[in-house]
């Protein structure tokens, strides 16, 4: 009957016997039935040769030369190219248990007895060939696993399970300048960052402690003495008990990586702060104070004049005595005299940064111009510097100058972008504050010409008014028909212009929040009965029907007189100047503690895409130089602004070629809004 045996196809096994002469061991014929590839040797020089191949499986069957077997595991288990070789010893019978001892302390992987039935032998074999397998597969993914991360990571570096450094980790060596020797122990916490070495032994002892994975970042002294982040990550690797092996790790190199976030992090915050001020000498003074520690120890300020020198506007430091330093080697020795270590002035006029990476001594003798300027100098403790321009619109109008203090910080190409790009928004933040602090004093220029302008002009218009009603009531003598009507043309035409006049002075002075309110006890009722008497008129000349709905008798109410009826007569000129036909309503309430005014007209109406534009300054429905309606186009912005300063609302509803209406609420009583 056929026996089914198991098979580990194309597995090479290697056999070696000492006692049988040209004799095939047992073991090589039932194994070659089974269809394993078989090589049999009885030569211990061949047998090493043929071990030195890497055959999946080696039987040593020496039969009653049990001590040849166990002299030839041993040296297949003690050479590191063959120590991996699964290695199955036989023996006669009567040698059991004395070989079986020897055979295992020196490595055989299994042991059996002769005689040893075919089964026994294969299911035997088959056990070795699958480990042997196994322990091949896992060797691989190692094997892959140190050249990936061999290929993603600066370092790689592996220890014992205690933690000690093992293999020759030149990469780390190459990195840090250490030797072998100065990293054992805890010698390589050497080479990291004083401020980070605790964390990082206490978090590396944990792992060890857990056999949980090892995660940190810390800064790593390079060769030249610099610092550079690096992130560590390590992993334990177990044996077949699940005990750890050994720990592999690695250390990636992420120092422009955080360098990159903590600029944004830090431009992002010097956009909010430089924005939050529109005063030049307050942004000026804030540059300097947001550039450190970001960028060096010692931050100074320029600014080039028109015509006269570079000066220096601000100066922040570190540490406050190092910045009264500061300060007095400003005051002492001028920008514009010398060009010095920072190269100041260079940098302004040529538009270059200005970066020396390492500052040596003999640089700053050079840059002194006399004993005390370099002692100031070398009390200063300048390490590194950079100048970069400050240029706003294509102007070059400044230079900031970072100097750094400690030997450990030089300033490189990452620092010379993140400078310049503050630089840039320094710039920009401070051209807006000059340019903001000119619009002011044009303002208030405007303002005062303006006001001068109007108070001037209202003088002889109230003259002329004053002198076409005499005329006009023929107290100096009768007039003709024709004299009359134009007496009444100069009449309107005057009170229009006063109208104007005091449009230009009310906006003047809400402009230049100089209007005040004066709250008082005003019969509303009879106040808006006068004022369409005003208006009254200017609809008649127009031969529009003027209705006036207001309750009889009277109600008080608590408000500025003088600005409800600018108000109503901004609100009924606009309406007759835009109404060709129809008629013009005024209507007036009080509900709810609220006054409530309506101005209707069945005039031309707004386009729906104008109408968040009419209360603009100077804004026309109508653009064209020949437009039908005169005005300064102030009429309804003045109107709108009084009635917030009275803490009302204006609300507008209109269908263009059918009319508008204005629908005005105020409080009745003082600081009660209108809702």
């Given at each position: 009957m056929a026996l089914a045996f198991d098979r580990m196809n194309a597995s090479q096994i290697v056999i070696f016997t000492t006692d049988r002469g040209s004799?095939?061991?047992?073991?090589?014929?039932?194994?070659?039935?089974?269809?394993?590839?078989?090589?049999?040797?009885?030569?211990?020089?061949?047998?090493?040769?043929?071990?030195?191949?890497?055959?999946?499986l080696i039987v040593l069957d020496t039969g009653r030369s049990a001590q040849a077997g166990v002299r030839m595991c041993q040296q297949i288990k003690a050479g590191p190219a063959t120590a991996s070789i699964p290695v199955l010893l036989l023996s006669a019978a009567g040698h059991e248990s004395a070989v079986r001892v020897q055979g295992l302390e020196v490595g055989a992987d299994a042991y059996l007895a002769e005689p040893v039935e075919a089964r026994e032998l294969i299911a035997t074999v088959n056990a070795l060939l699958r480990r042997r397998h196994v322990d091949d597969a896992v060797r691989r993914s190692e094997e892959r696993f140190r050249t990936l991360i061999g290929a993603t990571a600066e370092v790689v570096w592996s220890t014992d399970a205690e933690g000690q450094p093992q293999g020759d980790l030149a990469q780390w060596r190459e990195l840090t300048g250490q030797t072998a020797e100065e990293m054992q122990g805890a010698g390589w916490l050497d080479a990291i960052h004083p401020?980070?070495?605790?964390?990082?032994?206490?978090?590396?002892?944990?792992?060890?402690?857990?056999?949980?994975?090892?995660?940190?970042?810390?800064r790593l002294r390079l060769r030249n003495g610099s610092y550079r982040t690096f992130v560590a990550r390590a992993v334990p690797v177990l044996d077949n008990e699940g005990e750890v092996r050994e720990w592999v790790g690695v250390c990636i190199d992420v120092d422009e990586r955080r360098r990159a976030e903590e600029a944004q992090r830090f431009l992002a915050h010097a956009g909010a702060v430089l924005a939050?001020?529109?005063?030049?000498?307050?942004?000026?003074?804030?540059?300097?104070?947001?550039?450190?520690?970001?960028?060096?120890?010692?931050?100074?300020?320029?600014?080039?004049?028109?015509?006269?020198?570079?000066?220096?506007?601000?100066?922040?430091?570190?540490?406050?005595?190092q910045a009264e330093i500061a300060r007095q080697l400003e005051r002492c020795y001028p920008v514009d005299l010398r060009e010095g270590i920072r190269g100041i002035a260079r940098v302004i006029r040529t538009g270059e940064s200005n970066l020396i990476a390492e500052v040596v001594d003999r640089d700053l003798q050079r840059a002194a111009d006399d004993a005390e300027h370099l002692r100031l100098l070398r009390t200063l403790r300048i390490a590194s510097v950079l100048t970069v321009p400050m240029t706003a619109r294509g102007l070059i109008i400044g230079a900031l100058a970072f100097?750094?203090?400690?030997?450990?910080?030089?300033?490189?190409?990452?620092?010379?972008?993140?400078?310049?790009?503050?630089?840039?928004?320094?710039?920009l933040a401070i051209d807006n504050a000059r340019l903001y602090e000119k619009a002011l004093v044009a303002g208030r220029a405007k303002s005062n010409f303006m006001a001068v302008m109007s108070h001037e002009l209202r003088t002889p218009m109230n003259a002329i008014i004053g002198y076409s009603e005499l005329l006009g009531d023929e107290l100096t003598g009768p007039l003709l028909p024709r004299q009359k009507e134009q007496v009444e043309r100069i009449?309107?035409?005057?009170?229009?212009?006063?109208?104007?006049?005091?449009?230009?002075?009310?906006?003047?002075?809400?402009d230049a929040g100089r209007e005040e309110v004066e709250i008082g006890t005003v019969d509303l009722?009879?106040?808006?009965?006068?004022?369409?008497a005003v208006a009254l008129p200017l609809a008649e000349l127009k031969h529009l029907a003027f209705r006036v709905d207001v309750p009889r008798g009277s109600t008080l109410v608590h408000t500025d007189a003088p600005k409800v009826r600018q108000i109503l007569l901004n609100l009924l000129s606009n309406a007759v100047k835009f109404t060709e036909s129809g008629e013009v309503t005024l209507r007036a309430r009080v509900e709810g503690g609220l006054i409530q005014l309506e101005v209707r007209d069945t005039g031309i109406g707004i386009p729906a895409d104008q109408m968040q534009n009419i209360f603009d300054p100077f804004w026309q429905a109508e653009q064209s130089t020949n437009r039908r309606a005169e005005g300064t186009g102030?009429?309804?912005?003045?109107?709108?602004?009084?009635?917030?300063?009275?803490?009302?609302?204006?609300?507008?509803?209109?269908?263009?070629?059918?009319?508008?209406?204005?629908?005005?609420?105020?409080?009745?009583?003082p600081g009660a809004a209108a809702t």
């Open positions: 004799d095939r061991a047992p073991s090589g014929r039932v194994l070659r039935d089974a269809g394993y590839e078989v090589t049999e040797t009885n030569s211990s020089e061949e047998m090493s040769g043929l071990a030195s191949e890497d055959p999946d401020d980070d070495q605790r964390r990082t032994a206490r978090l590396w002892k944990k792992a060890l402690q857990t056999g949980g994975d090892y995660n940190t970042e810390y939050s001020s529109l005063n030049s000498e307050e942004t000026l003074a804030r540059v300097a104070e947001l550039a450190i520690p970001t960028l060096g120890d010692w931050c100074g300020v320029y600014l080039a004049g028109d015509e006269g020198p570079v000066r220096p506007v601000a100066t922040a430091h570190t540490d406050p005595n100097v750094a203090s400690s030997p450990e910080r030089r300033f490189g190409p990452a620092d010379v972008a993140l400078a310049r790009e503050l630089a840039g928004r320094a710039a009449q309107a035409s005057s009170r229009h212009l006063l109208q104007l006049i005091n449009e230009v002075l009310a906006f003047v002075r809400i009722y009879q106040l808006v009965r006068d004022t369409a102030l009429g309804l912005s003045v109107m709108r602004q009084l009635v917030r300063v009275l803490q009302g609302e204006v609300l507008l509803d209109s269908l263009e070629g059918q009319g508008t209406s204005f629908i005005v609420r105020l409080p009745a009583i």
